[in-house]
């Protein structure tokens, strides 16, 4: 599926804003004042929630992002929009309340578990004078977009008036509607072009319990005859996601089997990515397949999550591994390296040439993996390798080192870099562990000093096969003569 097109449609999301904080930390002990955890946090993190997240995923897939919502006046609302301006959304659709307060909700997540979750939030409906501003901003905006998305999370903002307004400019100006339900009477949504309830909440608005697949397609065939929605698709978690349209069979839509570490966010990715891939000429069951895959990758994921357009064109690949996805540029980094510190993963980092891999490199990699749970291997640029190592290297291009080191199992992501940006590469990273050969006295490593500032270690490896790829090259070359 050619996703090329996502650079260039521009998205109308419209929604109840959150931010969602995330607190981090270990448990050691049961308080004393009464039978629950004491967590001592390490760190926090605050993250946009809601249709914030549904923004995010869209502007991560590289789309222009406009937001419609409601912030309080405190440093919630003012945290809030920092985080919307730093990703490039903009937010001239998004009013001040000093009469709301700003949706936040904590999560606290001790030794990789959530073990709560606090909500500060009113569910109150929005007042008339607001509704107008909205709707004058809706109208205003929405002849210049591609596609409209309603995040409905239940907090007072998307009444029925606020999706008649939506659908009657939507349709006025020919423009696509795709909403994400929240409550029991979707007759709320009426005129939408596409509604994706998951499972339970389509169980609940249909009043069928879904318990096999044909309670499944008795309470899809229900919702799309009872509500007016022109498309209906359910997510199953799991077990995929089913589409519905009128007077055409329900098409189902495997899920691929996964690791689930958070489910949360989910939700807002499949309406991102279902935006994105209709704007962009794909079909119905084309878009549901790909918002199917993105789901598959952000419940791989801890907390709210995003995915973006390389783990997307990855994981949407014919090709079984997709293992090119492992390779990462320097600016994907701080992300990612969040991403696994989130999950408690413990990060190994080498670095080299690796030019004309041989069996001791092998050896090496699958030695420095046993130190941790990732490894990191970061690869000098072809310029470096030159000035390293002299005329006529790399004997082989970055572009082929780094399809060669994706394709060993011991290795979980490759970066290429300078070498004279070394140690922006080492304190991007912090890595728990930094391998090298023992062949290097510690103290010569460079970049240990970094790594043992924020608590690191450097590990030498045994090297015990007397080979090395410069020895190969001047082999090759004296029988070349």
């Not at 097109?5 to 930390?25: A, N, P, T």
């Not at 004058?136 to 929405?142: D, N, P, Q, S, V």
């Not at 069928?208 to 359910?234: M, Y």
């Not at 291009?397 to 994706?406: A, P, Q």
């Amino acid at each position: 599926m050619d996703i090329s097109k996502f650079d260039q449609c521009r998205v109308l999301v419209i929604g109840d804003l959150m931010l969602d904080e995330y607190l981090w930390g270990d448990v050691d002990r049961i308080s004393p004042e009464a039978p629950v955890q004491v967590v001592s946090v390490q760190r926090e993190d605050f993250t946009l929630g809601g249709s914030g997240n549904v923004a995010h995923n869209l502007v991560s897939l590289g789309a222009k992002v406009f937001t419609v919502g409601v912030a309080g006046t405190g440093l919630n609302g003012n945290l809030m929009l920092e985080r919307f301006k730093k990703i490039g959304v903009d937010t001239r659709g998004i009013i001040k309340d000093p009469e709301r307060p700003t949706t936040r909700k904590t999560r606290v997540i001790a030794a990789n578990q959530h073990v709560l979750r606090i909500d500060r939030e009113t569910r109150s409906e929005l007042s008339g004078r607001f509704l107008e501003k909205l709707s004058a901003y809706i109208e205003k905006t929405i002849p210049f977009i591609d596609v409209v998305l309603v995040s409905d999370y239940g907090k007072g903002l998307v009444s029925r008036e606020l999706v008649r307004r939506v659908v009657r400019v939507a349709n006025k100006h020919r423009k696509m509607t795709i909403a994400d339900p929240k409550g029991l009477d979707f007759s709320k949504y009426s005129g939408i072009f596409l509604l994706t309830p998951n499972r339970k909440e389509a169980s609940l608005a249909s009043g069928i319990e879904i318990k096999d697949e044909k309670t499944l397609v008795d309470a899809g065939a229900k919702i799309i005859k009872t509500t007016h929605i022109k498309n209906l698709l359910i997510t199953c978690g799991k077990d995929g996601m089913v589409l519905f349209s009128s007077n055409e069979k329900p098409f189902k839509i495997s899920a691929q089997a996964r690791q689930v570490y958070d489910v949360s966010g989910a939700g807002d990715t499949v309406l991102a990515v279902l935006g994105l891939a209709l704007a962009s000429g794909f079909s119905l069951k084309e878009s549901a397949a790909l918002a199917n895959t993105a789901a598959g990758i952000v419940v791989g994921k801890v907390g709210t999550a995003t995915v973006s357009k390389e783990e997307l064109i990855a994981a949407a690949s014919p090709y079984p591994a997709g293992f090119l996805s492992k390779h990462k540029s320097m600016a994907e980094l701080p992300a990612l390296i969040r991403e696994l510190k989130k999950s408690g993963k413990k990060i190994v980092l080498t670095n080299g040439c690796f030019d004309l891999l041989h069996a001791g490199h092998i050896m090496f990699f699958a030695a420095s993996k046993q130190h941790g749970d990732v490894l990191i291997v970061a690869i000098d640029d072809d310029e470096s390798v030159k000035k390293l190592k002299g005329k006529g290297r790399p004997v082989i291009s970055e572009k082929d080192r780094v399809k060669i080191l994706c394709a060993l199992d011991a290795v979980d992501y490759v970066v290429v870099f300078s070498t004279k940006k070394l140690g922006r590469l080492i304190e991007t990273i912090r890595p728990d562990v930094l391998s090298k050969g023992s062949n290097y006295a510690s103290k010569e490593v460079i970049g240990r000093k970094i790594v043992e500032k924020h608590q690191g270690r450097v590990v030498l490896i045994p090297v015990t096969e007397d080979v090395s790829s410069t020895d190969i090259i001047n082999h090759i070359k004296k029988k070349g003569d």
